[in-house]
C-alpha cells in the first residue's frame, strides 16, 4: 500500500458508498481505495463507529431465558368442526333455493285450495249476516212494520196559514186575503 | 479493523454443512434437528427482536412465535441455505404485527405508548442491575434519538446490516426487496445517521 494519488482521496460520499459495498465504487475509485492507505483507514474508521453501535448493542441486550419447546400435539376436533363452513352455507342456499322455486318432481300439497275453498264459503257467510241484519223480520212481520211507521198527514189549508203566519207575504193582497179568511 | 473486515460487510457467512442437514431433517419431521437449529438461532432473533421492541417479555413471547411458525411452515422454505434469512423475515413481520398491534391497543387506551415509562419499568422487574440498567438507558436513548431521524424501511435496513449483521443478500430476502432497493435505503440511512451521531455525540461516547 503506498500513498500514491493523494490529490484525490474518496469524498465523503464514496466512503458512504464503500461502506454499503465496495464493488459499487466506479473501477478507478475501487484501484484508488485498494491502493491510498488514508482512504482506506477513513473507511475502517467509519466501518468500525457503525459496527461498534451493534456490539454496544449485543452487550447491552439481555439473552433468552425461556426455552423454546414444541407443543404437544393436540388431538384432532370431530369432523364436524373440519367441514368447510362455505359447504354449509352453500348446502343451507341450496335447500332455500328449493324451496322457494319448488321444482316439478316435488309433490304438491292440497293446502292452498283448501284455503282458498274456506275464504269462498267464509265470503258467502258474511254475505248471509249482512242480508239478516238489513231485513232481520219474515216477509210478512215487514209489512206490519211499515203500517207502524209514522203517517205525515197532509192538510193544504193549514199548512198554507201556518206557512204565512211563519213567514208573511210581502204580497198585500196575499196578506188581505189571509186576515179576511182568519176573520 | 482491518480493511477485510470492512470489504466482507456485504457477503453473506453463509450457513453451515451442520446447519443446512438440520434443516433438511427437520423439514422431514425431526423434532431434535428443529431444537438444533433453535438453540443456534434463537439468541440472535431475541436480540432482533428486543432491538425493536426494547421489552424482555415481549421479545421471549415473539421470540416463541417466530420459532412456532417456522416450525409450522418449514416445508414453505425453499432452500435450507436460505433458513437463518427466512427466520429474520418471521421475525420482521412479527415484529411490524407487535407494533400495529400497540398501536391499536394504545388507541382505546388498553397500553400507553409512552414507550420509556413501559420499558423501563419492565427491565426494572427483570433486571434489577443499577449499572447495566443506566447503561444500557443511557445507549438506547442516543440510539432512538438517531433513529428517529430515519424512515422505517431506513431503519429497518440499519438494524438489519449493523445491529443483526446481515448480510445485503440477507437482508434483501429476509425484507423481499431486490439488492440495489436494500443499497440504496442503506446508503441514505448511514448518510443520515453519521450526521446524528456526530450532532448527539454518541460516536465519542461509545
Not at chain 1, 209514522?150 to 201556518?162: G, Q, R
Not at chain 2, 466482507?8 to 453451515?16: A, E, F, L, V, Y
Not at chain 2, 400495529?100 to 427483570?126: N, Q, Y
Amino acid at each position: 500500500m503506498t500513498t500514491m494519488n493523494c490529490t484525490s482521496h474518496l469524498t465523503h460520499d464514496e466512503l458512504l458508498t464503500a461502506l454499503v459495498d465496495t464493488e459499487d465504487l466506479h473501477a478507478g475509485r475501487k484501484e484508488h481505495l485498494r491502493a491510498c492507505a488514508r482512504c482506506s483507514h477513513d473507511l475502517a474508521q467509519l466501518t468500525f463507529r457503525f459496527t461498534r453501535m451493534g456490539q454496544t448493542a449485543r452487550k447491552l441486550a439481555p439473552a433468552p431465558s425461556r426455552p423454546f419447546r414444541l407443543p404437544q400435539r393436540r388431538e384432532k376436533p370431530s369432523a364436524f368442526f373440519l367441514r368447510p363452513v362455505w359447504l354449509m352455507g352453500l348446502t343451507a342456499a341450496l335447500l332455500l333455493a328449493i324451496t322457494i322455486w319448488r321444482p316439478q318432481w316435488m309433490p304438491h300439497t292440497d293446502v292452498p285450495f283448501r284455503m282458498a275453498y274456506d275464504a269462498t264459503a267464509e265470503r258467502e257467510l258474511m254475505a248471509r249476516i249482512d242480508e239478516l241484519v238489513d231485513d232481520a223480520l219474515p216477509k210478512p212481520y215487514q209489512q206490519l212494520s211499515a203500517v207502524n211507521a209514522p203517517v205525515v198527514i197532509v192538510n193544504p189549508m193549514v199548512d198554507e196559514d201556518l206557512i204565512n203566519w211563519v213567514v208573511p207575504s210581502i204580497d198585500k193582497n196575499d196578506a188581505d186575503k189571509a186576515e179576511k179568511r182568519m176573520l | 479493523m482491518t480493511r477485510a473486515n470492512a470489504a466482507d460487510n456485504t457477503k453473506p457467512s453463509g450457513p453451515s454443512t451442520e446447519t443446512v442437514q438440520w434443516v433438511e431433517q427437520a423439514r422431514q419431521g425431526d423434532q431434535t434437528a428443529f431444537h438444533r437449529l433453535v438453540d443456534r438461532y434463537q439468541p440472535e432473533i431475541f436480540r432482533m427482536i428486543y432491538y425493536r421492541t426494547r421489552s424482555r417479555l415481549d421479545a421471549e413471547d415473539l421470540t416463541q412465535d417466530v420459532f412456532l411458525r417456522a416450525y409450522k411452515h418449514l416445508q414453505r422454505l425453499e432452500s435450507a441455505e436460505g433458513f437463518r434469512s427466512w427466520l429474520f423475515r418471521i421475525a420482521v413481520n412479527r415484529v411490524h404485527d407487535h407494533h400495529r398491534s400497540l398501536r391499536v391497543k394504545s388507541i382505546f387506551g388498553i397500553v400507553s405508548m409512552d414507550e420509556e415509562t413501559f420499558r423501563e419499568t419492565e427491565e426494572m422487574a427483570v433486571a434489577p442491575e443499577a449499572a447495566d440498567g443506566m447503561a444500557r438507558k443511557e445507549f438506547w436513548q442516543q440510539v432512538n434519538g438517531i433513529l428517529t431521524v430515519l424512515s422505517r424501511m431506513e431503519r429497518e435496513v440499519f438494524m438489519l446490516r449493523f445491529f443483526d449483521q446481515l448480510s445485503i443478500r440477507e437482508m434483501a430476502d429476509a425484507m423481499k426487496k431486490n439488492e440495489s432497493t436494500i443499497k440504496t435505503h442503506l446508503y441514505r440511512a448511514l448518510a443520515k445517521v453519521k450526521t446524528a451521531a456526530m450532532q448527539n455525540g454518541l460516536w465519542e461516547a461509545t
